[in-house]
């Protein structure tokens, strides 16, 4: 398939279907060298924005290049920035940046930012008006002032209320797509609206590192089994496949090397077996998603004893418009004492009231096995044990009747999902058997020590997602357990001194094994350092290694550590 090294937008202008991108570029001299650099190279698509904070040193550049006569004032590039900082008459393309409006506020510097309040949320104007917006920017383009207009981040229902009511199409929409983000959709419903469509973060964003989650697609076994094919560099064959998928790309370097092999794209065709292996690296994979910012899993049950306290963290959030309801991910239990068809309802709603929600995204049978329900002295229901120390359960459990409240209560919309923890196979099936609505979800301890596959497999065979618990081995529960250490153990540790990683980084080992990992942390840095496990992958060595690290040690164990005599209850899992 061959690939123009322009494309037409549909107000008659052309578009260089590779361009500089240099979002974070904020090194004078360095982004500097790299503009002159793309120049020479034949680059003639520069990406920028006000936001960027370096307009005013490509406009340095381009006048140069203008004053010198290397450029003609034909050359086609994006630049959003004031003309002034631009040093030009007009720009080619100016996008609204993002659909959403944020407050200006002035820095120190007396240049305009977006301002936040004293929490870190960022101050926003909800009256934000697309429409009229839009109108500006097609006064503009008739004066002159931009040749094209566009838009950046915006969906499908939002690009439509534009074309509904515009005099001046959009000519181009910018939005995140590389290979694990295939946004097809998009790129067809542009297509049909004849819109062009730049893709940012083509290569995965190596700047976003820092703060986001990056797919490690310039090392992806299949990208790098392509580029040797064709005898390419990984970023060579990823700009391409979304250049053959439609797309302007604009990788951003400041690296004269990556610069000159990011343009050298022209000269080699994936083939269909090529793009039809990277289109299964698709996984919807959004590094730059402005609510994942937020946007979370939270994982709690009315036996810790904290729902409260995250409702109240919630309702913040939600109040202050940090974050939507369907931004976040909550999953709670039913406890054990309320494994009574009579009680689901009276422990679901009070989960609720506790969380400060309407509905739960997860709501779990949190032990297959049923506890009587005791008062404690704060008035609130607890788990009641004998003189003797023995736990105090029934032993009448109907798993199914339970089952057939969770059931009614998802019809009800008080839970979108249902699923259960800490559940044998036998009373899975029979759950499966006689069930409506399919279990979603089962949580269970899995790590390293404890690599439960057969229950992997047995839920992969019935499209049930695993959530796996105890991923770290448990530092909680060293005071009362035995605990595995496996932050110390050697083989993790050398594993993630080879991958420079952390151990706790290194027991992603868990996520490639296919489960949900739910990792709890109160402090800070480990909170983050547990989200930073995408962008590296642990070879077929590195999974043999930790496999041999299983010697079925369980950390809960009921019987041992929380209900003694529990072993004695007729669906005691293990």
Same mark, same amino acid.
């Given at each position: 398939m061959s690939v123009e090294m322009e494309v037409e937008l549909n107000?008659?202008?052309?578009?260089?279907?590779?361009g500089l991108g240099t979002w974070m570029a904020t090194d004078e001299d360095s982004l500097t060298a790299a503009v002159h650099e793309a120049l020479k190279l034949g680059y003639r698509h520069i990406d920028t924005a006000s936001a960027y904070d370096n307009e005013h040193v490509i406009g340095k550049v381009l006048k140069e290049w203008f004053d010198e006569g290397k450029l003609t004032q034909k050359v086609e590039k994006f630049l959003r920035r004031?003309?002034?900082?631009?040093?030009?008459d007009y720009v080619d393309m100016y996008l609204i940046h993002v659909p959403f409006t944020v407050v200006e506020h002035v820095g120190p510097n007396g240049q305009p930012f977006a301002g936040f309040k004293e929490d870190g949320t960022v101050y926003m104007d909800e009256s934000t008006d697309l429409v009229a917006i839009w109108k500006e920017f097609e006064k503009f383009q008739r004066q002159g002032l931009t040749r094209s207009i566009g838009v950046s981040d915006f969906n499908i229902n939002q690009i439509e209320r534009i074309l509904k009511n515009c005099e001046i199409?959009?000519?181009?929409?910018?939005?995140e797509y590389h290979a694990a983000l295939q946004v097809d959709d998009m790129v067809s419903f542009c297509k049909d609206n004849d819109i062009v469509c730049t893709g940012y973060a083509t290569l995965g964003s190596a700047a976003a590192s820092s703060f986001a989650e990056v797919p490690g697609l310039l090392y992806n076994s299949t990208v790098v089994e392509i580029?040797?094919?064709?005898?390419?560099?990984?970023?060579?064959?990823?700009?391409?496949?979304?250049?053959?998928?439609?797309?302007?790309?604009?990788?951003?370097?400041?690296?004269?090397?990556?610069?000159?092999?990011?343009?050298?794209?022209?000269?080699?065709?994936?083939?269909?077996?090529?793009?039809?292996?990277?289109a299964g690296l698709d996984c919807n994979f959004r590094i730059y998603n402005f609510e994942s910012l937020f946007k979370g899993h939270i994982d709690t049950a009315s036996g810790y004893y904290n729902e409260h306290v995250i409702g109240k963290v919630l309702k913040e959030w939600f109040d202050e418009g940090k974050l939507t309801r369907d931004e976040i991910f909550v999953t709670t239990k039913l406890p054990?004492?309320?494994?009574?068809?009579?009680?689901?309802?009276?422990?679901?709603?009070?989960?609720?009231?506790?969380?400060q929600l309407d509905y739960v995204d997860m709501y779990l049978i949190h032990v297959p096995f049923t506890l009587v329900e005791h008062v404690g002295p704060n008035g609130q229901p607890c788990v009641g044990f004998k003189e003797d120390g023995t736990v105090d359960m029934d032993e009448s459990t109907d798993l199914v009747a339970i089952w057939k409240e969770f059931e009614k209560f998802q019809r009800q919309g008080l839970t979108r999902s249902i699923g259960v923890s800490d559940f044998n196979m036998n009373q899975i099936e029979r759950i499966l058997k006689n069930c409506e609505i399919r279990p979603s979800n089962h949580q269970f301890e899995y790590h390293a020590a404890?690599?439960?596959?057969?229950?992997?497999?047995?839920?992969?065979?019935?499209?049930?997602?695993?959530?796996?618990?105890? $991923?770290?081995?448990?530092?909680?529960?060293? =005071?009362?357990a035995e605990v595995p250490g496996l932050l110390n153990? #050697? &083989?993790?540790? !050398?594993?993630?001194?080879?991958?420079?990683? $952390?151990?706790?980084?290194?027991?992603?080992? =868990?996520?490639?094994?296919g489960l949900v990992v739910?990792?709890? #942390? &109160?402090?800070? !840095?480990?909170?983050?350092?547990?989200?930073?496990?995408?962008?590296?992958?642990?070879?077929?060595?590195?999974?043999?290694?930790?496999?041999?690290?299983?010697?079925?040690?369980?950390?809960?164990?009921?019987?041992?550590?929380?209900?003694?005599?529990?072993?004695?209850?007729?669906?005691?899992?293990?």
């Open positions: 107000n008659g202008y052309k578009m260089p279907v590779i004031s003309l002034e900082a631009l040093q030009l199409r959009p000519s181009n929409h910018q939005f580029a040797e094919k064709h005898k390419k560099t990984a970023a060579q064959v990823l700009l391409r496949h979304s250049l053959q998928k439609g797309l302007v790309v604009i990788p951003k370097s400041t690296n004269l090397e990556r610069v000159k092999e990011n343009f050298e794209i022209f000269d080699f065709e994936l083939d269909d077996e090529d793009m039809d292996a990277l054990g004492y309320g494994n009574v068809p009579e009680k689901v309802e009276k422990f679901l709603r009070r989960s609720l009231e506790a969380l404890l690599q439960v596959d057969d229950m992997v497999s047995f839920c992969k065979d019935n499209d049930i997602v695993c959530t796996g618990y105890a $991923t770290l081995g448990s530092g909680a529960a060293s =005071s009362f153990n #050697s &083989t993790v540790v !050398e594993i993630a001194e080879k991958h420079k990683k $952390t151990a706790a980084q290194v027991l992603r080992h =868990s996520v490639q094994k739910i990792p709890k #942390s &109160t402090n800070p !840095e480990r909170v983050k350092e547990n989200f930073e496990i995408f962008d590296f992958e642990l070879d077929d060595e590195d999974m043999d290694a930790l496999a041999g690290l299983d010697c079925n040690f369980r950390i809960y164990d009921f019987e041992q550590y929380f209900f003694k005599g529990i072993k004695n209850h007729p669906e005691y899992p293990y």
